[in-house]
């Protein structure tokens, strides 16, 4: 992160690769893309306002705020719940079953496949072609089969997260020196005991890597889902709200989405850092 | 005390000929120097004494017997690269043989024997010189002190044939010499049949009791697909490193090797 030792002048003639900003201008340059948005968003705002007081589509910072509280700490009229809390409770409770069981499978099928080539020739044609089936595409087959509850969503979930991060553990194993795996056969390893000493660990930090990035597309899923068919969760009240043209609470709403999609890589992210420490140094 | 014989062996990578006609009778307890110029298959023929890789055509034998068509833990290995398991302590990465052996499910020792385990991995690291550094992982280790935990971590295994590739080529002259006496220490205590690829022809001599050069006769263009490397050059080295008195042998061998590694002159690694 450092700067040239000791060396001012010398910045003009470095090269744009090797120049970096100062703390305070990496913080200020970090921010400012998001102070950007914002400005535009005010001016926007105040724009159609002064024009039309009743405008609905970019309601002020104060009307969002109002919305936002309502939502976070006013309970509902006809139901005597807090919304938010109660749509961010069911939306996590699907999203992390869905992730949970999607990420235990593919790192399983995932490690197998890779690593026993009879497994390997017997799955991967089949983890490739239904790796393509497109999840939204089966949804209705979902609802059709588990009905409108709980595990039609859970399910899209797993089946569109687990086939990318199975196939992306394939590749993982696959990657694996092959000197390592012919060194623990020297030390007398079964193929058991290569998977759970070398591989199973090893593969664990990447998984979470592989999870981090299919965030994305389980979010996604979990909002299709509960925008389709359901009583409760984030996704079902956004869409719900849209009726009504809400946008001040359809946009915190939106906010705190991404809040929490935003916590939960960071948390993976630490916790791959504390639990696999020899990953992060590796070189 | 491993014989190992090589019969004819050829091999190819896709109709392109790497090896061919490789013969070699290797006596008990012999140390085996490997030289010759890159790419000429000094790794591949390592391989094969491995059974990472599979002669296209010719035999193996050791003691008179074809290798198994898997690596074993009676051949241990030290690779130039990738040797030891970078999710492993140091410690851990020379307990995991004596896990593999006593643990079939589990992989893994617990209470007392992991204990003992370990006492015993400690001393092996100790006399390779890692004693001080038991908690580190592989990364935070310089590339002398990796090669030297592969040594060690392969050694735990007290295998009959031990194969280096190129093994102490990242090392500085000091470091390397002092692992020269270790090696030759090593090599007369446990027995075993080494064989050492080196691009370092003294360190070939030092070491080795025969070297031999692996180089292409034929090595025109034209010709490269259609004919290998071969053994060109097989010399004894002189005088003779007559390894171990017979009243060492009846004192019961390896048992003693880490007393005797203790006492070694100019052992790195202890007082750092
Ligand atoms: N898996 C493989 N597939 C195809 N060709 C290979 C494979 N492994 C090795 N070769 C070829 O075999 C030849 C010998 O390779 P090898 O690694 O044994 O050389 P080497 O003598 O160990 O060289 P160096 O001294 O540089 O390590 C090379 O021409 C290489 O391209
Ligand atoms: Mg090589």
Wanted: charge should be positive.
């Amino acid at each position: 992160m450092d700067t040239a030792a000791g060396g001012r002048p010398a910045v003009m003639r470095r090269r744009m690769i090797n120049v970096y900003p100062t703390r305070g201008v990496a913080l200020f340059l970090a921010a400012l893309p998001f102070l950007l948005l914002l400005l535009a968003y005010l001016a926007g705002s105040a724009a159609r306002l002064a024009d039309n007081p009743d405008d609905k589509l970019l309601p002020s910072f104060a009307s969002i705020g109002a919305g936002f509280a309502r939502m976070a700490f006013e309970a509902d009229p006809r139901t005597g719940d807090v919304l938010l809390w109660v749509d961010t409770a069911a939306s996590l409770a699907r999203l992390l079953a869905g992730l949970a069981i999607a990420t235990v499978m593919a790192g399983v099928f995932g490690i197998a496949i890779g690593l026993v080539p009879y497994v390997r020739t017997t799955f991967n044609g089949f983890v490739a072609v239904i790796a393509m089936i497109p999840p939204l595409a089966i949804l209705p087959i979902l609802f059709i089969i588990f009905g409108l509850g709980e595990t039609s969503k859970v399910a899209l979930i797993v089946i569109g997260v687990a086939p990318v991060v199975m196939r992306d553990m394939i590749l993982r194993v696959d990657e694996m020196p092959r000197e390592l795996m012919v060194k623990a056969q020297t030390l007398g390893a079964s193929t058991w005991q290569i998977a759970l000493r070398v591989v199973v660990p090893q593969m664990m930090p990447r998984l979470i890597d592989s999870v981090r990035l299919s965030l994305c597309s389980a979010w996604l899923f979990l909002i299709a889902a509960e925008a389709i068919a359901s009583q409760s969760g984030l996704g079902y009240r956004i869409f719900l709200l849209r009726r009504y043209l809400a946008m001040d609470t359809i946009l915190p709403y939106v906010a705190w989405i991404t809040l929490l999609a935003f916590a939960l890589d960071f948390a993976l992210r630490r916790l791959q850092r504390k639990a696999f420490p020899w990953f992060a140094g590796r070189a | 005390m491993t014989a190992v014989s090589v019969k004819n062996v050829w091999k190819e990578y896709d109709g392109r000929i790497v090896l061919e006609q490789v013969s070699l009778e290797v006596e008990p307890h012999s140390f085996i120097a490997l030289v010759g110029p890159s790419g000429c298959g000094k790794s591949t023929f390592l391989r094969m004494l491995l059974s990472a890789e599979m002669p296209t055509k010719g035999d193996i034998l050791v003691e008179g017997e074809r290798l198994p068509g898997e690596p074993t833990a009676d051949r241990g290995v030290v690779f130039q690269r990738y040797s030891v398991f970078p999710h492993l302590t140091v410690l851990e990465n020379v307990v995991l043989g004596k896990e593999f052996a006593a643990s079939p499910f589990l992989g893994k020792l617990f209470g007392k024997a992991k204990k003992q385990a370990r006492e015993e991995a400690a001393e092996i690291l100790t006399a390779v010189g890692l004693g001080d550094f038991l908690n580190l992982y592989p990364s935070q280790l310089s590339g002398g002190m990796q090669q030297r935990l592969a040594i060690a971590q392969a050694l735990i295994k007290r295998p009959k044939i031990l194969l280096l590739d190129e093994p102490f080529g990242a090392l500085d002259p000091g470091i390397r010499a002092e692992i020269h006496v270790l090696m030759l220490k090593l090599w007369r205590e446990t027995k075993m049949t080494v064989f050492m690829v080196t691009h370092d022809l003294s360190e070939a001599f030092h070491l080795g009791t025969r070297v031999i050069a692996f180089d292409r006769p034929r090595n025109r263009p034209e010709e490269r697909e259609r004919y290998g490397a071969t053994i060109t050059h097989d010399l004894a080295v002189w005088p003779p490193k007559y390894p171990v008195s017979d009243t060492h042998i009846a004192s019961g061998g390896t048992t003693r090797l880490l007393d005797e590694l203790e006492a070694l002159p100019g052992r790195p690694g202890v007082g750092h």
